[in-house]
């Protein structure tokens, strides 16, 4: 019995077979040479999906590649790769069956992960660089020039605190540009401030430290973060001049978590009283500050105030990333810690990823040696400076009496708004319906929102110079 | 007073400002628009030196201009900016002073984490690929093709599960190359194996899971890996099929790690009957069977055997990595985890590291789809196959006698010495005078060294072939 020319199925000519010998014709019509894998795909598709079920009988190869109209050694080797597999058992010389082995997959579910809002209008929100300022064109030449030039075992398992060109190119740029105390030694190179929050998580609950204070406001990420390493986070509130000691003093934590440079989101520098304050307390309780150096780079007004790290390397645990400066996705960090975590910090670091892409950490690394880093990093705040004092500017036009701070540095502001222009829900509505999204300081700590005024965090960084006063007009127009 | 031609300190004239007064001399020296800078850093590096102690006095701006022969202005900045970040501190008109803030750093240590010999004249351990056969060329092409058409968003914080253009690659891939269940929704790309265990290790826990079985012989750095995650590892015995079924039921595990397609290191291919015992296993206990894949994609006598996963998604987490195929030092991988711990896998994953970086995911999409991962698979093949040859040559002609097994895949081999060469250790010793470094069998595993035999795993995937013979001379001449 052959299939010339029909579709009728041959072999067991059950209902099972029927379905399943669709499946198996596209593989027989073929070329030659993807014939036998596409038979083997189809058998096993057949059998997964449940078209054939366990304990089915399979026609004998013989008849099969009569039926296929392919070779006999063809539909023998599927049924012995399918039988290793096991998709199909075979008995001593008794035919081949559908074996029990093989079990459907539950549907997939699609997971909802997309933080940012699309076919918003106007779009204000902080966190994100302008993505089109990334140095294709030069990242693309030292990648090239870094391939021609790694020696081979650069392309084996990496050194956990990664390669040592990039920490010994970042100890020079740290030091150099955030006076940070940065020997190649005490660097350990990671996927962003992100997976330095979590890493100190690990060491400090390693130190039966479980309690971490973040500042109030703060980033939102940190509790999470901090959690999945078992730690709780305190909020403590913030002064004119950073963190306030009394609060801090008063929570018996013995970690927390800054951002000095500019306070993220209040746009607050700390004061210079503050940081001594900060590191004596430190000090006194045989504790750590996490100074995360988000934004420290760019500074408006003034040289960067150094980093925190710089005064005190032992008590201060200092982490910025490239995430700012050429892109997110990149995924490239630096952590420095104080020697007595340091040790299980790299422990932690090498267990979830063994070190970052080494390949990665030598263009960066190339980057930097070459001046093209710091040139980007001009060529940002070039451009950051020009949005910021268009915002500044849009501001004071379409909202007259707003008053707006944190504008020294960083990649976003605060702009508070006169009374007249609350209470925050529904004006935050107002903005969202005009397609304009922007975030109220409120939703990034514990204090409630005012009744009365509305203040928000607004992101300019990413924003084409000429969209930011129209995104601003728009604002005004939805508040009435 | 001036400073005039003399090395002599002006100012406080202590002993303190003088030693830091050397330091500043360089920058007073260095070309104006690095002179600012230079005259922070030294002045920074000499409070944190202890150069100059806290409390010591500086000289007044106008006073060390004038020493330095530098602008008053350039001194005044200094100060501003040293007493901003906390160095110095100023009275209200009445001098500046060193700080409290500042403290020295504790002298780096340099961490031991290299783990590959030195020094060797020939090396047979096995874990490495042959890193000269990356592909260069076609991944620094691949890099400006990506980075040119790459839309800016794609520079932004990835989608912790990988990007779609990788998962939808990776989707096909697997399913066509090595029979997985693999829709882009159900991968989660990952830094390497590794990183996968590490994941799945967490995601076990939370569901308080905390013991997992480990093939014995197996991976040494299963039990690393697992421990990070709070969960115990269980050495589980392997006979001649795979995995022994009686030892995991007695056990009371309820997740196992294996490696069916070439076990490692014995080399055992996981016989069918095996495969169908071990899924039986899993869905009696609710359970869940790890197929790490290490070298699934390299086997030698026939097609690569389908992947366990494929016959039930729902009871097996399979995971793999370009390591073998392209290099180690890129740290890309794949994991395919059940319905049920999915999400638990992404959710850490996000707070590890926000997701992999998105450009080399895109790199290695774009070198799946082009064909070129492909040709570069049967490129390793070919080398691989020659130097396995090449060395199951050597052995036979330089010990014979001697049994090798696992020849089948992978890039390690089993070799089983006649008795005379033992006992082991004495020929492990005889091996490391001689330069030759091998491990054995018995590194892997909790079973005790044989008093008799030696027994080898031998890596021959880095080894060109010409040495693979050299060194197994070099051996066999060391054991006498």
Known sequence: MTSSGTNAAPGGGSTAWHAAWELLLPAAAAPARQRGRMLQSALRESVRSGRLTAGTRLPSSRELAADLGVSRGLVTETYEQLTAEGYLRSGRGSGTWVGEAARAATAPRVHDLAPRPSGAVAEFLPGTPDLSLFPRTAWTAAHKRVL???????????????????????????????????????????SGVAQAMTLLGFALAERDLNVVGVEDPGSPEHGTLFASAGVRTVPLPLDAEGLATGPLRASAVRAVVTTPAHQFPSG???????????????????????????????????????????????????????SKSLAPGLRLGWLLAPERIRTA???????????NPSLDQAL???????GAYDRQLRRCQRAYRERRDALVTALARHFPGARVSGIAAGLHIIVRLPERYGPEPVFLERAARAGVAVRPLTDYGTAAASRAGVTLVLGYAHVAPGDIGRGIRLLAEAAG
Do not use: N
């Open 268 to 322: 607050i520098g700390y004061s210079a009283d503050r940081r001594a304050q900060l590191l004596d307390w430190a000090r006194s309780v045989d504790g750590l500050v996490i100074e995360d150096d988000y934004d420290g780079d760019f500074r408006y007004d003034r040289a960067p105030v150094g980093a925190l790290q710089g005064l005190d390397p032992e008590h201060v645990a200092y982490t910025g990333s490239v």
């Open 345 to 355: 910090v790299v422990a932690r670091k090498r267990t979830m990823d063994l070190g």
């Open 364 to 370: 960066l690394a190339d980057f930097i040696t070459s």
């Open 148 to 190: 021609t030039g790694l020696p081979h075992r650069a392309l084996g398992y990496p050194d956990p605190r990664g390669i040592p060109e990039l920490r010994t190119a970042l100890a020079g740029l740290l030091a150099r540009r955030r006076g940070v105390v940065a020997d190649p030694e005490r660097i350990v190179v990671c």
